[in-house]
């Protein structure tokens, strides 16, 4: 079966300061990877989403970027965090019709 | 206009009442219809989808989709306190894209 990993957890960090979440995908191969946001109220804001390694598209501008090394493998990234970037990031994978979620990380930028 | 529009709620209910869930949507070619279920400070869990018109149940759950309305629903029966969560439901567009359009999710409260 699949499984979505992804870490850390939760993280709090200053504003200014580099950021790297992971998610990992086991059990599939050449998934479709996404990246969203969470805020509170606000209801979930694809961010990225990738059909293949190196291949990433971006879906609103901002100061993440993300990367597929490999495969299964899928990074968010930003070199300066923002106040406006805390919240709840969570990681999904597509076969079929539906997408399936990571358990997340909640972020906070203080 | 948001393409999809769902009431926030908090819905607040006694064990074992019936509970409906919609959301309406603006863009006439979404053509799959998903319910997620999502825990506090959990990811989103897919509960079931339909495609075009129609209804499907699963256990307690009845996804209905009313296309010509731009109106869905999901209905739970014999509500528990196991069923407190935020729903939020989805939809795509039939074709190359599989991007998912979320709304913002009712949160739902059962109370014994």
């Known amino acids: 079966s699949q499984t979505i990993h992804q870490w850390p957890a939760t993280l709090v960090q200053p504003v200014g300061s580099p950021l790297s979440l992971e998610c990992t995908v086991e059990?599939?191969?050449?998934?479709?990877l996404y990246w969203y946001r969470q805020a509170a109220g606000r209801g979930l804001q694809l961010l990225f989403y990738?059909?293949?390694?190196?291949?990433i598209s971006s879906e609103v501008p901002q100061n993440l970027s993300a990367s597929r090394p490999q495969d299964r493998q899928f990074i968010l990234s930003s070199k300066k965090l923002l106040l406006s970037d805390s919240g709840f990031y969570l990681c999904?994978?597509?076969?079929?019709?539906?997408?399936?979620f990571g358990p997340g990380t909640r972020l906070t930028v203080t | 206009q948001k393409e999809v529009e769902q009431d926030p709620g908090p819905l607040s209910v006694p064990e074992g009442a019936i509970v409906s869930l919609n959301c309406t949507y603006s863009n006439s070619a979404f053509q799959y219809f998903m319910w997620y279920r999502q825990y506090s400070r959990k990811g989103p869990e897919l509960l079931m989808y339909?495609?075009?018109?129609g209804n499907k149940e699963d256990g307690r759950f009845t996804a209905q989709v009313d296309k010509s309305s731009k109106y869905i629903s999901l209905f739970i029966r014999d509500s528990q306190p196991s069923d407190s969560a935020t729903y939020l439901c989805a939809m795509r567009e039939r074709g190359n894209t599989d991007k998912l359009i979320f709304g913002t999710g009712t949160r739902l409260q059962v109370f014994p």
């Open positions: 999904a994978w597509s076969e079929g019709v539906g997408q399936y």
């Open positions: 990738s059909v293949g390694i190196g291949q």
């Open positions: 339909t495609y075009s018109s």
């Open positions: 059990g599939t191969s050449n998934p479709n």
